[in-house]
């Protein structure tokens, strides 16, 4: 479904053309809408609780659990294998084939048989075979050292050092969380009718939470082992601190180009509550008490994000720099004396940085609170735009002016503009990227050219009737199919389009990784590389044990006090 504007008043939007390009898409911060915290918040208003009616473990953490909880009515398990990993085959890349742990989110609450089933099957992952109950397939690596040090210091009655656990965040680090069908788990239907699953990525959410309640039993369970007189369990306020880490790279970057009405629709709802909270005339003393509280919230992740790409680093260093300056910004008189005070901070920010000016959208829409939640239902899409064939093509050269005039000004007779191509890899089938002049399989690139595309059916319709049908355009010149449908798709959906060059030598896919983990809710983003990146998921968010206590949903940017 795509986001109907029309019940409320006429709001101003930034424009496609600002918001979608890719050094602003990778300067994304999660927001209270990002999946993550969906999830959060229906786990609570369901009163799910989590048991665990298997843990099988050995003395050094190795066998089998099951995590079970009752979500809309229905029933889902984590099944997690743990399994010793020489250090030799311990790799964060796509291309391995052995991991520390795996998993499965299972449709019910498997019996002895199917636990035995898929313990012959997860640990293989992409080899293994799966059915219609499995939902979601996943696997894990420890993060050794860390891992080590907090069950050594649990086992001698002492907790983690809260310096190594600000820097790292994490006991285990997924690789890869499969949905949607892929190597034979269940399709997208399944769950397409299910409250709370329903929305984007919900299902692999809800995996990743409870991979991290096993992460904190698991480590908790070796170190009571080592020593049990001694041990103590995590203080609540670290646990909730450890989140769940994640690597990953290209295989991610093409989803957006290659789901132009979802990526719309989640752009949509942002920008929509973005323009809703701008649109108020004045801010009580509670909201600017929360915005006080969330500009020092945001101020301390800031000094505790740290990573080892100089590029980023140098961008979070300018960062801390400008948030403290414009604290002044934020004074509860000077915004009590403005009309629209949120629209006038934003107003502002246009001299900053794009990562100042993109931290301060996501913060004041977490100023708002529930005010958006509404819009977390607009964010799915069943499906793809379909073709209009009826449409004249005065119409669609009209749409093709009016959306893409940024890929009509590209100059692709420089080398430099398609310098990339895209690619899927035979032996992961999974995207990758290649330099065009060094390196063979342009012959086998994958039709993400869109601007490139755009410019070849503009020069065909040049000479064209504008009252001929695309259907009978497209009977002579079917290779334009693709390009006319996502023009057509534009019309009710600005935001569908990255409206930048993805074959261009300055095309970095880390800004697409970082656009799509910010909707789901990462956070401490750490590039090794400009198309891989490692991400903390759920840090700061509620345990299965506080959700039950009725613990709520703020875990915005995590920081440890």
């Not at 050094?60 to 984590?78: E, I, M, N």
Request: charged residues 25%.
């Amino acid at each position: 479904m795509v986001l109907d504007l029309e019940a409320r008043p006429a709001l101003t939007l930034r424009s496609p053309d600002v918001v979608m390009r890719l050094r602003r898409m990778g300067a994304s911060f999660p927001t209270r809408l990002s999946f993550l915290r969906s999830l959060i918040r229906s786990l609570a208003e369901d009163g799910s609780s989590v048991s665990r009616p298997v843990w099988s473990m050995d003395d050094r953490g190795f066998g089998d659990a099951v995590y079970t909880l009752k979500l809309g009515g229905h029933d889902y398990s984590l099944v997690a294998f743990s399994s010793p990993l020489p250090d030799e085959l311990r790799s964060d890349r796509v291309i391995a084939e052995a991991w520390d742990t795996s998993y499965v989110l299972y449709d019910g609450v498997p019996d002895v048989a199917e636990i035995d089933r898929l313990r012959a099957n997860a640990p293989r992952q992409e080899a293994g075979r799966f059915g219609p109950r499995d939902l979601v397939l996943s696997r894990a690596n420890k993060s050794v050292r860390f891992f080590e040090h907090v069950a050594d210091r649990l086992a001698g009655g002492r907790q983690p050092d809260r310096d190594r656990l600000s820097e790292v965040g994490y006991l285990l680090r997924t690789t890869a969380v499969y949905g949607n069908g892929k190597f034979g788990i269940a399709d997208r239907f399944v769950l397409a009718e299910r409250q709370w699953l329903d929305g984007p990525f919900q299902a692999e959410m809800l995996t990743v939470w409870l991979i991290r309640e096993f992460s904190h039993d698991l480590v908790e369970h070796v170190a009571r082992c080592r020593a049990p007189e001694t041990f103590v369990p995590l203080a609540p306020e670290l646990r909730r601190h450890i989140g769940v880490g994640n690597s990953t790279g290209l295989g991610m970057a093409p989803f957006l180009a290659n789901h132009p009405l979802l990526l719309n629709n989640w752009v949509l709802a942002r920008e929509t509550a973005l323009a809703r909270v701008r649109s108020k005339p004045y801010l009580d003393d509670a909201t600017l008490h929360r915005l006080a509280e969330l500009w020092r919230q945001a101020g301390t992740h800031l000094d505790q994000w740290t990573v080892e790409d100089d590029a980023l680093m140098a961008r979070i260093l300018g960062l801390r720099g400008e948030w403290a300056e414009a604290q002044a910004w934020i004074d509860p008189a000077r915004l009590r004396a403005v009309s629209c005070p949120v629209g006038s901070l934003l107003d502002r920010s246009r001299f900053m940085s794009v990562d100042f000016q993109e931290l301060l959208a996501a913060l004041v829409i977490e100023m708002a609170g529930a005010e958006n939640d509404d819009l977390v239902d607009s964010m799915a899409s069943v499906r793809e735009a379909t073709l209009q064939p009826g449409m004249r093509l005065s119409a669609l050269c009209g749409l093709l002016r009016d959306h893409y005039g940024w890929a009509l000004a590209i100059a692709f007779d420089k080398p430099a503009e398609t310098a990339q191509f895209w690619y899927v890899s035979e032996e992961k089938l999974e995207p990758r990227l290649g330099r065009r002049a060094s390196e063979p399989g342009a012959d086998l690139e994958l039709p993400l050219d869109i601007a490139r595309q755009i410019q070849r059916l503009d020069a065909d319709l040049a000479d064209e009737p504008g009252t001929r049908t695309v259907a009978a355009f497209l009977a002579d010149f079917p290779q334009h199919r693709h390009a006319v449908r996502r023009i057509q798709a534009a019309a009710n959906a600005p935001y569908s389009e990255i409206r930048d060059n993805l074959l261009s030598e300055r095309c970095r896919p880390i800004n697409m990784l970082r656009c799509k983990l910010a909707f789901f809710g990462a956070s401490k983003f750490d590039p090794r590389s400009d198309r891989w990146t490692r991400i903390t998921l759920f840090q700061g968010a509620p345990t299965a044990g506080e959700i039950a206590v009725g613990e709520t949903d703020d875990c915005w940017l995590p920081v440890l006090r």
